[in-house]
């Protein structure tokens, strides 16, 4: 379970930026964060486009760098899916409150 955790936390390290720095730099902007998450995502997924069309095409790619290339930029999109939901989610709660 530990590699997956790995996995995630490697696939997406904008959000790491959230744990805190100590305090000693101000912290980025919210925007800024997503953005450069979005990007980090982006990436993985054109590093799985390459991975797989070199493995189809015969590049000296192998089937494990396919694999996990391909399982990176699926969990990174999970990550950010569920990031997004939860923004609707609150977004919608918002919302709904009567002031």
């Known amino acids: 379970m530990l590699p997956v955790i790995n996995m995630a936390s490697s696939a997406v390290p904008a959000l790491s930026n959230l744990a805190g720095a100590g305090g000693a730099a101000a912290p980025a902007p919210f925007a800024d964060l997503l ?15 390459t991975a797989v069309a070199g493995l189809m095409s015969g590049n000296g790619v192998d089937v494990h760098q396919a694999m996990i290339a391909t399982q990176k930029a699926s969990m990174a999109f999970e990550l ?18 009567q002031f």
Do not use: F
Request: glycine content about 6%.
């Open 35 to 49: 953005t450069d998450a979005v990007g980090q995502v982006n990436k993985l997924e054109t590093d799985a486009n």
């Open 80 to 97: 950010s899916l569920a990031v997004r939901n939860k923004a609707v989610q609150a977004y919608q709660s918002v919302i709904g409150m």
